[in-house]
């Protein structure tokens, strides 16, 4: 498992979405990779999600961030 924040963002990604990240900038993954920590620390409903299964709550918040138009 990746422990940097690009590397675990890009893991936390579904395979279409990684392959497109994977394929921007290193300055673009790496601020997409920011902004997902972010939605992370700063989301309580990603709390509760974590606790239960911290895979799935990177993976909602990848999505998220994805979705506001940060890509």
């Known amino acids: 498992m990746p422990t940097d924040p690009v590397g675990r963002f890009l ?6 979405h990684r392959e497109a990240v ?14 997902w920590e972010r939605e ?17 709550a990177e993976a909602e918040a990848a999505r998220r961030v994805l979705e506001s138009g940060a890509d």
Do not use: K
């Open 11 to 16: 893991a936390a990604l579904d395979p279409e």
């Open 22 to 35: 994977a394929a921007r900038p290193r300055a673009e993954q790496e601020r997409l990779a920011g902004a």
């Open 40 to 56: 992370l620390e700063s989301d309580t409903e990603l709390d509760t999600l974590d606790e239960l299964s911290p895979p799935a």
